[in-house]
Every structure is written in C-alpha cells, then in structure tokens.
C-alpha cells in the first residue's frame, strides 16, 4: 500500500526499530559534564583587566516574569469509548444531556452532514461534529479521490481518516464532549464497514442510519459541487447498496419527508431507545 504521492507506507514500530530505541540526543547534541546541575547560581566571569565590574544585579531582576497565560492545562488521555449508561427502567433516557459517541450512516445525500451539524448545535451538553469526508480532504496535493476509483492509495487515506476520526471522537468524549460522526458505511464491505469504526473508537459507539428514498438523495445530490456531487448511477448504486441495513438490527430513519429539525428531534427518540437498550453490532 502507498502514499498518493508514491512513497511507500511507514511500517509499524518494531522492538529495537524506530525512535523509541536506538537514538540518544546525547549523540547529535552533546552536552558537557554538569551542565545545568546548578543553573542560576554559576557566578559571572572575571572582569576583564582594565575594565571595572559591573553593578550588582538587583534581587528582582531575576525573578521571572509573572505568567500572562493559564498554564499548562491537563487532558484525561483518550481512551475506547464505553457503553452508556442504562438507566434505570422506570427513566426515560434523555439524549440531549447525555455525553454520546454518534455514528450517522447514510448514502450521499441522505443529509448527514447537514442532520449531524443541527443535532450537535442544539445540544444541552458539548458536542463536536466530527466528518469523515472533511478529515480525507485535509489531504491537498496528492488527495487520492475514491471517485477516481478505489485502490491502494484511496483505501490507505480512508483508513487514516478513519483513524484520526476515531482519536479526536476518544479525545473529545475523554474530557466531557460528546461526538457525532458521519460516513458513508457500507453493509457489505468489510473495508469501509462498522468494524474500523468499532476498533477506532470504542464499543460504545452508537450507529443510525439514516436512508431516504432514492428519489430524495438524487436531488439532494443535483444540488452539491466539486467533488461532493456524484453520477445519478453512482448515487443509484450506493442507494441500493445501502439497503442492506434493512434486518442487520441497527435503527434506520427514512427522512424522507422530514427537514433537518425533525430528523434531529427523531434521531433523539432513536438515541433514546439506542441507550437503554444498545444495539448488537
């Protein structure tokens, strides 16, 4: 597998391979004997002859500078996302004060990016919206575009963006910020498969799908630019493809007839029954 650019993929850190064994500082920068052990207490050089000493330094002038800034702030490590909560039976599980991990599937055009941004900004809690196609387009020069066929270079930027996906979603649910992703999953392929997205970030990951009708993400679909608009055969394909979610026990909204407001407020009620009773994935 390679680079878009042509260099071949890293391999992984080996025992005795790599930065963490093998290199001292000491080796490109050396440092004499004691250096540092007394910093601040090493009296100045003699003054040259002919020349008078200098002043004394006042006490103060060596104090340092009052800090101007908050410091060093620490941050709980990111760690695998883990199942909510249940709550007891007699509580409805309320979704909007609730620190979640989201994963939205859905074809192009099914208005995931639009229902995940409305979702997140109504929150009661802090949530960061985290978009798979946004993360792959960090990639500039040598961006390896699925549309232009799928080999080893656009499956390597997926699995990267993927993968940083899922360590900001671990990072941001570590320090109180739930998260909603969105991606276009697919039921039959492994590669871009719920899986990836498990391993990444954590059994608590709460998948819906939402699929409208193939006539709805066609239009939506009409409406993009760039790279963002697909074939009306390709939309069709991905459509069908997506329908394989029918049966595989994951909640799906058909949002047909639904704007953005509602299919948040219906994703809510999904959420809802998702947290008391987490879906089989």
Same mark, same amino acid.
């Given at each position: 597998?390679?680079?878009?650019?042509? %260099?071949?993929?890293?391999?992984?850190?080996?025992?005795?391979? /790599?930065?963490? @064994?093998?290199?001292?500082?000491?080796?490109?920068?050396?440092?004499?004997?004691?250096?540092?052990?007394? &910093?601040?207490?090493?009296?100045?050089?003699?003054?040259?002859?002919?020349?008078? !000493?200098?002043?004394?330094? $006042?006490?103060?002038?060596?104090?340092?500078?009052?800090?101007?800034? @908050?410091?060093?702030?620490?941050?709980?490590?990111?760690?695998?996302?883990? =199942?909510?909560?249940?709550?007891?039976?007699?509580?409805?599980?309320?979704?909007?004060?609730?620190? *979640?991990?989201?994963? +939205?599937?859905? $074809?192009?055009? !099914?208005?995931?990016?639009?229902?995940?941004?409305?979702?997140?900004?109504?929150?009661?809690?802090? @949530?960061?919206?985290?978009? +798979?196609?946004?993360?792959?387009?960090?990639?500039?020069?040598?961006?390896?575009?699925?549309? %232009? /066929?799928?080999?080893?270079?656009?499956?390597?930027?997926?699995?990267?963006?993927?993968?940083?996906?899922?360590?900001?979603?671990?990072?941001?649910?570590?320090?109180?910020?739930?998260?909603?992703?969105?991606?276009?999953?697919?039921?039959?392929?492994?590669?871009?498969?719920?899986?990836?997205?498990?391993?990444?970030?954590? $059994?608590? *990951?709460?998948?819906?799908?939402?699929?409208?009708?193939?006539?709805?993400?066609?239009?939506?679909?009409?409406?993009?630019?760039?790279?963002?608009?697909?074939?009306?055969?390709?939309?069709?394909? #991905?459509?069908?493809? =997506?329908?394989?979610?029918?049966?595989?026990?994951? $909640? #799906? #909204?058909?949002?047909? &007839?639904?704007?953005?407001? &509602?299919?948040?407020?219906? *994703?809510?009620?999904?959420?809802?029954?998702?947290?008391?009773?987490?879906?089989?994935?």
């Amino acid at each position: 597998m390679q680079h878009a650019v042509g %260099s071949p993929l890293p391999p992984p850190h080996q025992p005795g391979h /790599g930065p963490a @064994t093998g290199w001292s500082p000491a080796a490109h920068h050396p440092v004499p004997p004691n250096a540092g052990a007394h &910093q601040g207490s090493v009296p100045p050089p003699p003054p040259a002859p002919g020349y008078p !000493a200098p002043p004394p330094r $006042p006490a103060s002038a060596s104090a340092p500078p009052a800090p101007e800034t @908050t410091g060093h702030v620490p941050l709980p490590p990111g760690g695998p996302v883990a =199942m909510p909560l249940v709550p007891p039976a007699a509580t409805v599980p309320d979704p909007a004060g609730t620190t *979640l991990a989201v994963l +939205l599937i859905g $074809p192009a055009g !099914a208005g995931k990016t639009s229902v995940a941004k409305y979702w997140a900004d109504h929150r009661r809690v802090p @949530t960061a919206h985290i978009s +798979l196609d946004d993360v792959r387009e960090w990639v500039r020069s040598g961006f390896a575009d699925p549309q %232009s /066929g799928w080999n080893d270079n656009s499956e390597a930027q997926y699995r990267l963006a993927r993968r940083t996906c899922g360590f900001a979603a671990r990072n941001f649910l570590a320090n109180g910020i739930s998260c909603i992703l969105d991606d276009a999953v697919f039921p039959d392929r492994p590669v871009v498969g719920l899986g990836g997205w498990k391993r990444h970030v954590g $059994p608590g *990951l709460l998948p819906v799908v939402l699929l409208p009708g193939l006539e709805i993400v066609l239009e939506r679909n009409a409406e993009r630019s760039g790279n963002r608009r697909l074939s009306d055969d390709e939309v069709a394909r #991905i459509h069908g493809r =997506m329908a394989g979610w029918y049966g595989s026990g994951l $909640p #799906i #909204i058909d949002n047909s &007839q639904l704007d953005i407001p &509602q299919t948040a407020q219906v *994703l809510n009620d999904v959420l809802s029954r998702s947290i008391a009773s987490p879906p089989q994935w």
